[in-house]
Every structure is written in C-alpha cells, then in structure tokens.
C-alpha cells in the first residue's frame, strides 16, 4: 500500500525540481538582460546559496522546537515570494536581497531549506533496509523533472520566435510560474499530518550523541560543496553559451539528457551499494565522473565536450541517495532532522563563494577554468572520505562491508 506521508513528499520534490530545471537556465540569461555581467550573475548566485545555507542551517538546528508541517508551509510561502520577487525587481542590489533571503537555486540538484525537513520525514517512511530506495526514489523524481525544467526553458526562444512576443516579459512570466509552484507545494504540504511520526513516534531532538560523525561528514560536504560551486548548472551554461554561442533551446536539450542520465543513475545506485555499500558507492562512481569534468574544457569541439558532460551525469550524481541514506543511517532518529540539516548546508555555505569566483574566471577567460578547479577539489573529496568514513558503516551493512 503507497503511504500518503511518501506520495506527497515525492509530488513536492517534483514539483521544485521542475522549477529549479528552468530558472537555473534562465537566471543568468535574465540577469544578462538586465544589463549585468558575468560577475555579477556569479554574485547573485553566490548570494542564493549562501541565503540557502544560512537559513537551512538555522532550520535544521531548531526543527525539533517546531512541527516540521509548519517549517514546509513557510518554506513554500518564501519560494512564492522569490517567484515574484525576481519577476518585479530588475537592479542589481535588491535582486542581490531577494536572492539571499529566497529559495531561488542555481544548481540542478536540490541545495533548500526544504531538503533536511523532508529528509528527516522520508526517513521515518521505512525500515532500515528500504530506505536508499526510497532515498533513490527522491532523487530519480527530482531529476527527471528537472530535466523536463531544463526543456522548459526554451520557452522563452520559441515564444520569440513563433508567437513574436517579448523575450523578457516571457521570462518575467516564468518568474511568476515560479512563484505559483511555490504555492502549489504549499497546498500539498497542508495536507501532511501534522504529527507524521510513525511506528518509532521519537521525538525531534538537537544533536547530542552523533555530533562528531555529524560534523565529520559536514567538513567532508564542505569540500565537495566548494568544488560544485564552480559548476553549478547556472555557469555551466553560461560557459556553453560564452565558448560555443549556444541557444536556450540547445543549452537546454542538453541539461534535459544530463538531468535523464543522472535520474537513471540513481537507481544504479541502489544495487551497488547492495554490493559494495554506500560509502563505495559514494566515492568510486564519483572520482571518474570528476576525472571527466575536468577533462571537459580540454575538448576540441562541442560534440568531445557533450560526450564528456553526459559520461559525468551517468555517474556523479550515484551518490546522492546514497549520502542522505548514509547520515540518516549513523545518527539517531530523533537528531535525523538536525543531521540533514548540518550535512547539508555545507551544499549552500561551502559552495557560496565558488559561483563568485566561476564568474570572475568566465569573465577573464572562455576556457572553462571552473570546471578545472571543481574536478580538482571533488576528486580530493573522494580520497578523504573513502579514508574517514569506510570504517564506520551503516546498520545494515554491518558485519557485512569493511
């Protein structure tokens, strides 16, 4: 039998994925209408991920004082006003406001205030042993939408085109959308019991008895974070777009693809860390994806340039189930909320600065510099976690991976 708790947190996550799927394509084309550089569409990314990371931070540390029904509800009223927000405002520094309070997200993968309160409720939905499944289950959804929001970003071309109507009141348009979304989630969201413990009935608690892995995993996410900064799905587009002039239609045929092989992947995941366990799956399908993205601005024509995009797709994005799955795994129930708050505002703090710093690269240079530094810095990320983390496994694994 499906359980309500699962199938509304699964609408939800679609529903943002598919929103974040075009707005990351067409936050830098938008902001470059507005008049702004490359530097500054890197600042404002900045300021959306570290606005992200501050707020979910504060969230995840106090979640257990408030009902995780309430938190979601605002969570979706924030993205509501973001949606309007970037709609209404075109100067720099108010957009530089909203996008830090807000929820807008530059990257492709989900970096929210709303990521550890559904962690900690999709961890109650299931034993032990199904819960990377459902964790894989999560991220498939979030992917295949926004691979669709990718897609959907060409809106904007084919409405300039067959309609002849105005690109930047179409984009303004896709703001709004946004915004409606957010509010769409929050309707979902009020029909979630507001008491959704279920057979363990725990209470939410602060961190007490797992802090150090806690911290230990968060200093390691703080590492990969910084790198995944450079590469958020926002440059990398703007990259594509500097280098090889390419349309939001084409720009966003290929994040559909990437966005469908990484969705694909997750399920993937789920049988190898069957075998092999979730800290080996974590590291030995990301050290080749990362060995291919920074091979990727060496490449002599856009085509070698694809291939290499979409091999790393196939493969770098195994280890999200299998990261949510492994921190809910080693800490209490009751501090899973604080837990997925603490690993993963690492994933908005920790990558702040490196959109910044993409931007200044892009602005000096067409190689792809940023991809560079971010395969670097996630293959160093590899190693040290493979080192700190394989001796400590998750209840079902052991006696079974070492």
Partial sequence: MTNPLLTRILWVRGLRAFADGYISLLLPIYLISLGMGPFEVGVIATATLLGSGILTLIVGLHAWRFQSHTLLLAAAALMAATGVGFATISD??????????GTLNPSSGDVSVFLPLEHALLSRTVPDNQRTAVFARYSLIGSLLAAAGALFAAVPDYAVTKLEVDRHLVMQALFVLYGLIGLVCAVIYRRIPRHTDTSEQVAAAPLRKSRKIVFTLAALFSLDSFGGGFVVQSLVALWLYQKFELSTIVTGTIFFWTGVLSAFSYLVAVRIANRIGLVNTMVFTHLPANIFLVLVPFM??????????????????????????????????????????????????????????AGYMLSASAFGWPLVVAGGLKITYDLMLLAMCRKVPPPEEEGAVR
Avoid: C, K, N
Wanted: aromatic fraction near 8%; charge should be positive; glycine fraction near 2%.
């Fill in 92 to 101: 720099f520094w108010p957009l530089l406001f909203v996008a830090a309070v």
């Fill in 300 to 357: 002599p024509t856009l085509g070698w340039a694809i291939v290499l995009l979409l091999a790393r797709s196939a493969l770098s994005q195994m280890d999200v189930p299998t990261r949510s799955s492994y921190v809910m795994a080693v800490v209490p129930p009751e501090e899973r909320a604080a837990a997925a708050s603490v690993t993963a505002v690492p994933r908005s703090l920790a990558s702040a600065i490196s959109p910044m710093l």
